[in-house]
């Protein structure tokens, strides 16, 4: 779909914590660039023997340099004291690293001010060991802020700007990420925009402005079970004086009678639970760090019963992060 107005894409893995299963997957169905945020989930894709191009999704820390020249073949970077380091690294290790400059476009992470884009890549240019390949924007990721066309615009012309006043191709003129969904499918012109970063389109098929499934593609490739640890008949309502909770929260609880009250033996120390959505009619009542507490309504759920639940981006990575979540890869033709 985006190849047909030439755009190529970025796999991101940070979702999925660079698990080399998935990684797989995704060069093998034709991505052949690997974004992730952490330098070790590089570094376990390099080393599992991925045949891709991997890239380091935000800017490298100081204290990261080493590990950046040595697993990322690209990186994406705002700080001239950072690139500065990169150069001297890359010297020392007799290696050419590759960069994309990430412009602040309104959304107010990461980027740098575009009047300072010219000085940036003037100074950039005379550092050994260090390419520039790229100029890329970021969206609704912090601020909220939708890639739009004039966002699209602004940042096309900043880049056949730099092109035409440094007189070298940019490779890269990465537009955004699965929020640039909307953008893509209804603009007829995609300007020098070439590159998405996309992760959470492909993991979850769904765009991420509005969360509208994406045609053709599968909203339930992930699937989160639980088992059932306790199954009561009890109150919907505590009984006693209500204070906060281990979060700090003072709950308010609605009186729904005498219910049927079920534990998973997990919790938010293992999964963003509001950021599940279960596949049976019941609801989920809250949790600790290791129970979560449902509603079982008509359901009769029994100790030992699975429950299966959709996840959203934020459970998504919250269970890949967790060391407590096993992960089971089926594998389909």
């Given at each position: 779909m985006y190849a047909s107005?030439?755009?190529?894409?970025?796999?991101?893995?940070?979702?999925?914590?660079?698990?080399?299963?998935?990684a797989e997957v995704l060069?093998?169905?034709g991505i052949c660039i690997l974004a992730d945020t952490k330098i070790i989930n590089l570094k376990k894709m390099r080393d599992a023997g991925i045949k891709a191009e991997f890239v380091l999704l935000r800017t490298p820390a100081l204290s990261e340099v080493e590990l950046v020249i040595k697993h990322a073949d690209i990186s994406m970077n705002t700080e001239i004291a950072v690139i500065k380091s990169l150069s001297e690294t890359a010297m020392k290790h007799h290696t050419l690293h590759k960069?994309?400059?990430?412009?602040?476009?309104?959304?107010?992470?990461?980027g740098i001010m575009p009047l300072q884009l010219d000085w940036y890549i003037q100074e950039i240019l005379k550092l050994p060991g260090i390419k520039i390949v790229g100029i890329g924007?970021?969206?609704s990721c912090f601020g909220g802020v939708k890639p739009n066309e004039e966002k699209m615009c602004t940042l096309s012309t900043l880049a056949i700007q730099a092109e035409k006043k440094f007189s070298f191709p940019l490779v890269y003129v990465t537009g955004g990420n699965s929020a640039n969904y909307n953008w893509f499918t209804t603009a007829e012109k995609m300007g020098r925009i070439n590159n998405l970063r996309l992760g959470e389109s492909i993991f979850l098929g769904r765009e991420?402005?509005?969360?509208?499934?994406?045609?053709?593609?599968?909203?339930d490739v992930f699937t989160f079970i639980s088992e059932?640890?306790?199954?009561?008949?009890?109150?919907?309502?505590?009984d006693g004086e209500i204070g906060r909770n281990a979060f700090g929260i003072t709950p308010i609880w609605p009186d729904r009678g005498q219910i049927r009250r079920v534990i998973l033996g997990v919790g938010i120390q293992d999964v963003l639970v509001s950021g599940l959505t279960p596949k049976m009619d019941i609801d989920i009542l809250?949790?600790?760090?290791?129970?979560?507490?449902?509603?079982?309504?008509?359901?009769?759920?029994?100790?030992?019963?699975?429950?299966?639940?959709?996840?959203?981006?934020?459970?998504?990575?919250s269970v890949m992060t967790s060391p407590y979540v096993m992960k089971k890869f089926i594998h389909t033709i």
């Open positions: 107005k030439e755009i190529g894409i970025m796999g991101v893995t940070k979702a999925i914590c660079g698990q080399t299963e998935i060069v093998n169905k960069i994309i400059l990430m412009i602040e476009m309104g959304d107010l992470r990461e924007a970021n969206f991420t402005l509005l969360g509208k499934k994406i045609p053709e593609l599968f909203t059932v640890i306790e199954s009561k008949i009890k109150s919907s309502v505590p809250g949790s600790s760090s290791d129970h979560t507490i449902l509603d079982a309504k008509k359901e009769d759920l029994k100790v030992g019963d699975e429950v299966a639940f959709n996840l959203n981006y934020g459970a998504l990575l």
